[in-house]
């Protein structure tokens, strides 16, 4: 009788080690997750989520990014293994290697009940079956997507409010505060510095297939605020482009970025490419990055724009960089870079 019980016992003890993740929560799926507190999501979906939120799980690296921020990924159970691709992440939060990484695409439903992640924060637009699947399994599922600064702002409030600590409320408010603040004073500086011809820019992820993000992302923002042109045409989209070699000859943009280190190089050392004006004058960087680039979906990406404008008005502004890099990553990330590790991330990373 009792080895009948155990055999029977058996697939219920197993299941409970699999929803014993990083965070040590197993996902509620008798309909207790349910009952909580209602958020409103970026897609204006109402999402219930627990009271207290001590495991969850990220699926974009745009929102890993708030995550790191908001809470240094104390109750993070599964994140997007792209987040990796930046070298600070691992070292920032060793943690992360008790905790599941995600792929791009194609993530098993299976993989975020495993990490016992009480609510999901991802871009549903990416992850629709998934979105659906999670709901049916009763974890609360928030997305968390978001195309420019005001977005951006939302999005760490939502965030915020979601964990529901003091805490994080107090940092998405000295958080937005900052945005506004930075874009005030880019706006102020681009206004006595016109340029009297159009600048015009374009940002790739790599130099390997050229997919060029669209306009109507934060790539569109940052280039509006700083007084230049984002060169894509996409019409009105969000969607990304690959590029051929011809048609970026065709741009010929005057500023060539690039999301992923390592990337400016490649294509400096494109013989089909050397005719572009960014790269005969010099124009071709690699962005910036520590959790996740400046240039794309992320908080890190205010810092994009006093960035962008330091290289374009080099020796013009009023403000030191090096300074509000570092002050911003001891306030907001609670990391304190060096001022050699600061040159190097803004300026050595692109010789």
């Not at 014993?20 to 204006?44: E, K, L, N, Y």
């Not at 990416?126 to 977005?151: G, I, K």
């Not at 070699?245 to 494109?270: H, R, S, W």
């Not at 089909?272 to 794309?296: E, K, M």
Request: aromatic share 10%; glycine share 4%.
């Amino acid at each position: 009788m009792e080895k009948r019980i155990m055999v029977r016992l058996m697939p219920l003890i197993l299941a409970a080690a699999l929803l014993a993740g990083c965070g040590q929560t197993a996902v509620q799926t008798d309909g207790t997750a349910a009952r909580g507190r209602t958020v409103v999501d970026m897609q204006g979906t109402e999402v219930t989520v627990p009271e207290v939120i001590e495991n969850y799980a990220v699926a974009w690296a745009g929102d890993f990014d708030i995550a790191a921020m908001m809470d240094g990924c104390e109750h993070i159970s599964a994140y997007p293994d792209t987040s990796l691709r930046f070298e600070k992440v691992m070292e920032v939060y060793p943690q992360l290697a008790d905790c599941i990484a995600l792929p791009k695409e194609n993530i098993a439903v299976e993989s975020i009940l495993e990490s016992g992640a009480q609510v999901v924060f991802l871009r549903q637009s990416d992850y629709p079956d998934l979105t659906r699947e999670l709901r049916a399994a009763n974890v609360p599922v928030v997305d968390l997507n978001f195309e420019n600064y005001e977005e951006l702002k939302h999005a760490v409030e939502l965030f915020a409010e979601v964990l529901n600590t003091q805490e994080a409320r107090d940092k998405a408010a000295l958080y937005t505060a900052y945005v506004d603040d930075t874009i005030a004073q880019v706006q102020e500086f681009v206004k006595f510095h016109p340029s009297d011809e159009e600048i015009t820019v374009l940002n790739f992820r790599d130099a390997v297939d050229f997919t060029a993000y669209s306009k109507d992302r934060l790539v569109g923002s940052w280039a509006e605020l700083c007084g230049i042109t984002y060169a894509l045409d996409t019409g009105n989209s969000t969607s990304n482009i690959t590029l051929t070699q011809e048609q970026i000859l065709e741009y010929d943009p005057d500023y060539i970025f690039f999301t992923f280190p390592g990337n400016a190089e490649k294509l400096l050392a494109n013989e089909r490419l050397q005719s572009l004006t960014a790269v005969q004058q010099g124009h071709v960087y690699d962005v910036p990055a520590v959790i996740n680039s400046f240039a794309v979906n992320g908080t890190e990406a205010v810092l994009q724009m006093k960035w962008a404008i330091s290289l374009i008005w080099e020796g013009q502004t009023t403000f030191d960089l090096n300074v509000d890099i570092r002050d911003f990553y001891r306030t907001f990330f609670d990391l304190e870079l060096s001022e050699e590790e600061t040159a190097r991330i803004l300026y050595e990373v692109n010789g």
